[in-house]
Structures are given as C-alpha cells and as structure tokens.
C-alpha cells in the first residue's frame, strides 16, 4: 500500500475531464455507454482518492480483458429476488459494479423494509476497490459489508500452492459529525495491484509478504508474480479470513472460486470473475436510536488512546486536495491513456 500512496507529483487532471477519458477508452474498446459511465467514474475515483493499486494503472488490464473477449464489456445482468431481503444478481459475465448498480435501487428497498438485506452477485469481474461500493451506503445511515474474491495467488499458511484470492472486505459505517468509517483490505499481506507496481517501479516488498516459485520468502515483487505467491496478512488469522470470503463471495453467490479463474484462452485478460457479496444493514433496528453518535464516542476513544488515523481518513482527505487541485498523473501514464483513448 505505502508504494500506492506516494503518487502525489504529475500533471494535474481535473477529476471530470479524467472521467470522461476513462469512459472514452471504455467505448472505444467494447463496453456499453452505461458500463463506460459506470467504470470510467469508479476507477477515477480511485485515482482521485488515492487508491493507486486500482486506479489508472489498471486501465490496460480492464482493457486486456475486454479485448481478448474474456468479459463482456455489453452484458445485461439479471436480478432475481430469493426472498423478501435476498437478492441474487448474474451478472453475466460482465463487470460487477453495473450488475450491482442495477439490483442497487430494489436492494435499499429490502434493507428499509427488512432492517437487514443480503445481495449476491456471481459470474461478475470485479478488478477495482471496494469503498465505492459501500461507502455511499453509509452515507444514507447504514451499515455495509462487501466481499470479493479474485483469482489464486496466495497460499495457505504453510501451504505450497496459491488457492486464494487476495480477497477483500470492505466495512462502512456512520459516524455522527463526520464522514463515514470505511476500512477496505485485502486478506493478503498486500494486495496485487501493490506488488505489480513495486516490480514496475523496482522496489522490494516488504519482509514476510511472498514466497518464490519454490516457497521461499522473497522480497522482490517479479519472483512473487513469476509463479511465486504472497502470504495472507496476520498468518492463520488472515488464512481463515481469505477462507470465509472464498466461501461468501463464492460458494454462497455462485461465483468462481479464485482457484477455478482459468482465463488461459484469454491472453492479456487481467479481471478475475468470480462472485461478490453485500450485507447491507439498517441500523436503527438496533433500536438505540443513538448509533452513529456511539459510533462517534468509538472513534473518540481510540483517538484518545493514540490512534492518529482512522481508515478512510487519508483518503478523504487527498479527495478534497484533488478535486481543489486536480489529480496528479505521471507524463507518461496520461500519454498512455490518451492514447488508449485514441486521442
Ligand atoms: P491498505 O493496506 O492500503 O489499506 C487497508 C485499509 O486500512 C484502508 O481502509 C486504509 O485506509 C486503512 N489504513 C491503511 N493504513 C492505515 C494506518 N496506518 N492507520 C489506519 N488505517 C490505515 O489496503 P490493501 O492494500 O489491503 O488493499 C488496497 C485496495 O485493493 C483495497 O481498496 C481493496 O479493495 C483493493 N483490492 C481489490 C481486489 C479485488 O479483487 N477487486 C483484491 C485485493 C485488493 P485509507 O484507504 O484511508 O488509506
Ligand atoms: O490488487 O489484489 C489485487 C487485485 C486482484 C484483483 C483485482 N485487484
């Protein structure tokens, strides 16, 4: 993560006239015009806030798949309800974030009537962050959970072989007076957007990571990708979290596990399809009618303990310099994308 977060010199780009260039290279590469409004905003955003491991430098892999024919840049996902607060979203091949944003309206409707809905969404490529996904939620005074799985590249703990994905979860809450409360990680040591960059740009990652091709500990982010593998974060802990979103964003959505991602057919496909999952919840059926000013005095106190920074906050506060400021985006990486563009 420390390497996707120094991206902090470039050339300013206003944040609008990088969405509408993302949504260009979408169109002129086989999406739909609601797919490319959809990505082009969320993967801005990303950039914007500072998420660079799933900002523009992802922009040639969604490219990638789309042109090898491996996700369908045009698909029309269903939505079916499974009951009065469980809804199920194919997202028929397509990326995840217009599945979920076509069940999206009939979801809230659950989660008002229920106090609590689930959506599970399968066959869909997910290749971004996860706050977009729930931090608005937490905006409208609820509590969101997502999770995603994505394709094998860590191991067990102990184990020889990758079988997880690095699979994240995202948690967003709302806090009384502020912004929200979002933590969005991986269950893996780093994500593998973070690895990638650090092998581009020549840095070693951090000890304790990765494991080579022949399971050996390495701190040189080639040999984690050239058939090597990372750790999941915190050993067991984070094995049995990597676990649970396997069988949540997969076994319960219908989804691919990472480990049955094949896209060999598909060379320079680089989104893994495979299932994500919501639990969206209503929070004053806790019924304290107090909750984001508990939530408040939470935040309070671990502050007092000493925690200096809470999650989402460096994010926020890099949104409120980039939309002043623009976004800063190396030479090199705005040529390619107009290019991309066709520009
Ligand atoms: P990070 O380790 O960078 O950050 C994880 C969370 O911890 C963030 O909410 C971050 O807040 C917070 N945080 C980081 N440092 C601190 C600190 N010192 N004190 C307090 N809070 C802190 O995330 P990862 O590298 O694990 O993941 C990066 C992104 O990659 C995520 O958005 C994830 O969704 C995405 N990803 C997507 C995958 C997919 O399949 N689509 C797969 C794997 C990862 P803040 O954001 O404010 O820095
Ligand atoms: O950064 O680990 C990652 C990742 C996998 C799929 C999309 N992002």
């Given at each position: 993560?420390?390497?996707?977060?120094?991206?902090?010199?470039?050339?300013?780009?206003?944040?609008?006239?990088?969405v509408?260039?993302?949504?260009?290279?979408?169109?002129?590469?086989?999406?739909?015009e609601?797919?490319?409004?959809?990505?082009?905003?969320?993967?801005?955003?990303?950039?914007?806030?500072?998420?660079?491991?799933?900002?523009?430098?992802?922009?040639?892999?969604?490219?990638?798949s789309?042109?090898?024919?491996?996700?369908?840049?045009?698909?029309?996902?269903?939505?079916?309800?499974?009951?009065?607060?469980?809804?199920?979203?194919?997202?028929?091949?397509?990326?995840?974030?217009?599945?979920?944003?076509?069940?999206?309206?009939?979801?809230?409707?659950?989660?008002?009537?229920?106090?609590?809905?689930?959506?599970?969404?399968?066959?869909?490529?997910?290749?971004?962050?996860?706050?977009?996904?729930?931090?608005?939620?937490?905006?409208?005074?609820?509590v969101?959970?997502?999770?995603?799985?994505?394709?094998?590249?860590?191991?067990?703990?102990?184990?020889?072989?990758?079988?997880?994905?690095?699979?994240?979860?995202?948690?967003?809450?709302?806090?009384?007076?502020?912004?929200?409360?979002?933590?969005?990680?991986?269950?893996?040591?780093?994500?593998?957007?973070?690895v990638?960059?650090?092998?581009?740009?020549?840095?070693?990652?951090?000890?304790?990571?990765?494991?080579d091709?022949?399971?050996?500990?390495?701190?040189?982010?080639?040999?984690?990708?050239?058939?090597?593998?990372?750790?999941?974060?915190?050993?067991?802990?984070?094995?049995?979290?990597?676990?649970?979103?396997?069988?949540?964003?997969?076994a319960?959505?219908?989804?691919?596990?990472?480990?049955?991602?094949?896209?060999?057919?598909?060379?320079?496909?680089?989104?893994?399809?495979?299932?994500?999952?919501?639990?969206?919840?209503?929070?004053?059926?806790?019924?304290?009618?107090?909750?984001?000013?508990?939530?408040?005095?939470?935040?309070?106190?671990?502050?007092?303990?000493?925690?200096?920074?809470?999650?989402?906050?460096r994010?926020?506060?890099?949104?409120?310099?980039?939309?002043?400021?623009?976004?800063?985006?190396?030479?090199?990486?705005?040529?390619?994308?107009?290019?991309?563009?066709?520009?």
């Open positions: 993560a420390a390497f996707a977060q120094t991206a902090e010199t470039g050339t300013p780009v206003a944040f609008a006239d990088l509408a260039l993302l949504e260009r290279i979408f169109l002129r590469h086989g999406t739909s609601r797919v490319a409004a959809i990505l082009a905003e969320n993967c801005a955003s990303c950039e914007r806030d500072g998420s660079t491991s799933h900002g523009v430098f992802r922009i040639p892999g969604y490219v990638g789309l042109k090898s024919g491996w996700v369908d840049g045009r698909a029309e996902p269903t939505v079916e309800e499974a009951g009065p607060a469980f809804l199920r979203v194919d997202a028929a091949n397509g990326f995840t974030q217009p599945a979920f944003l076509a069940a999206r309206d009939r979801f809230l409707e659950m989660v008002r009537d229920n106090g609590v809905a689930v959506m599970a969404i399968r066959n869909s490529h997910h290749f971004s962050a996860l706050w977009p996904d729930v931090e608005p939620f937490a905006r409208e005074g609820l969101a959970l997502s999770f995603v799985n994505s394709f094998a590249c860590v191991v067990p703990p102990g184990g020889k072989a990758a079988v997880y994905g690095t699979n994240p979860m995202a948690f967003a809450t709302p806090v009384a007076g502020g912004d929200p409360m979002v933590f969005d990680q991986a269950a893996s040591s780093m994500a593998n957007g973070d990638r960059i650090a092998a581009r740009e020549g840095h070693a990652i951090p000890a304790g990571s990765g494991v091709r022949d399971g050996k500990p390495t701190t040189d982010p080639r040999a984690v990708l050239d058939g090597g593998a990372l750790l999941p974060f915190g050993g067991h802990k984070g094995g049995s979290i990597a676990f649970m979103i396997e069988v949540l964003a997969a319960l959505t219908g989804g691919k596990y990472s480990r049955e991602v094949d896209w060999s057919a598909h060379p320079g496909a680089e989104t893994p399809c495979t299932g994500q999952l919501f639990i969206v919840i209503d929070p004053e059926r806790g019924g304290t009618g107090a909750f984001a000013d508990r939530v408040a005095g939470l935040i309070g106190n671990v502050r007092e303990a000493g925690q200096d920074r809470m999650p989402g906050e994010r926020y506060a890099r949104r409120t310099r980039t939309l002043r400021d623009g976004i800063p985006l190396a030479p090199a990486r705005l040529a390619e994308l107009r290019a991309l563009a066709g520009d």
